[in-house]
Nanobody, 116 residues
């Protein structure tokens, strides 16, 4: 029904930048709100950022405001998370989320590891 594939994760030093992508297999990409969550080892999954169906509205967790930017390209059925000034505490598996008709669809995640 809805297939999501994250990419762009990796290992880098603090202060670096990374761009995550989420490719969505849906009939009409713009019909779905999307977002990013992350989960560090031994911790609960936490909210990172969300974007409205048209991309006109975004929101971020306080911990990433000013450093991360969420965007989407509906023509390419792809959502992005630009991550700047990365910190060791950003280390986690990052998951793509699509919300459609009150159902949450998740990707399998991409690992981001930030060393000090």
């Amino acid at each position: 029904q809805v297939q999501l594939v994250e990419s762009g994760g990796g290992l880098l030093q603090a202060g670096g930048s990374l761009r995550l992508s989420c490719a969505a297999s849906v009939r009409t990409f713009s019909s779905y709100a999307m977002g990013w969550f992350r989960q560090a080892p031994g911790k609960d999954r936490e909210f990172v950022a969300v974007i409205s169906r048209t991309g006109s509205t975004t929101d971020y967790a306080d911990s990433v405001k000013g450093r991360f930017a969420i965007s989407r390209d509906n023509a390419k059925n792809t959502m992005y998370l630009q991550m700047n000034s990365l910190k060791p505490e950003d280390t986690a598996v990052y998951y793509c989320l699509v919300v459609a008709d009150m159902v949450h669809y998740w990707g399998r995640g991409t690992q981001v590891t930030v060393s000090s």
